[in-house]
């Protein structure tokens, strides 16, 4: 994830911007996400993120009330398709539950729509000290993680998968097969040529999945 110098600042037209304007909304949360990921999240101010923003810090205020405010609406607006997607996944009264190719094909994608993420998360949520590592537990890793865990165990439970797993470390590399490559963009598009286009994508899922399921599906008997 490039941290290069950041976009210029919008010029500002006469008059400040309206607060409530969906434009201003917009701006102010790609710029919090170039800057958080430029600085992090503690070194970065409303002043700083108004600025750059072409805004005022009484606009951070309106539509997200504090900084970590505008940190949970930039994360929100990503994972918020996915969270619903996951509760129909989930839901029991589904004709077919979520298989695991399923759930690798909505978050693999949820990371190629929001590049920023992989980083920020990293950042924020894993470092010692993460500004946002409970809201991010409670609202999206705390839902993912079970559902990883009940189509595992699905799987076993009609043996398709090896009866000797253990359902949440199998989850464990789920996510992280899921979520490494993204991490490891900034590298892997250089040195690899990979890039998060749709069609990539596609085979990163499709990579991923016959990766993840050799290793855990079950073995017939030998004759």
Do not use: C
Request: a positive charge; zero cysteines.
């Amino acid at each position: 994830m490039s941290t290069a110098a950041l976009p210029a600042a919008r010029r500002r037209s006469p008059g400040r911007p309206v607060a409530g304007g969906d434009s201003v909304r917009g701006a102010l949360l790609q710029t919090a996400r170039d800057l958080f990921l430029a600085r992090g999240f503690a070194s970065v101010t409303i002043r700083q993120i108004a600025s750059a923003a072409g805004s005022s810090p009484a606009a951070i205020h309106y539509h997200f009330g504090d900084k970590l405010g505008l940190y949970r609406a930039m994360l929100d607006e990503a994972v918020a398709p996915v969270l619903a997607a996951l509760q129909r996944l989930g839901d029991p009264g589904r004709a077919e539950p979520a298989d695991l190719t399923d759930l690798v094909r909505l978050y693999t994608r949820m990371l190629a729509g929001n590049p920023w993420m992989p980083a920020l998360i990293v950042q924020e949520v894993l470092a010692e000290g993460g500004q946002f590592r409970e809201q991010f537990i409670e609202h999206f890793a705390g839902r993912l993680a079970p559902l990883f865990i009940g189509a595992i165990r699905r799987e076993q439970g009609r043996g398709a998968l090896r009866g000797d797993l253990d359902p949440r470390l199998a989850a464990l590399s789920a996510i992280s097969l899921t979520v490494f490559p993204f991490l490891a963009l900034p590298v892997t598009s250089r040195v690899l040529g990979l890039s998060p286009d749709e069609k990539a994508v596609e085979r990163l899922v499709d990579h991923t999945t016959r990766v993840l399921l050799e290793g855990i599906r079950a073995q017939e008997d030998p004759a």
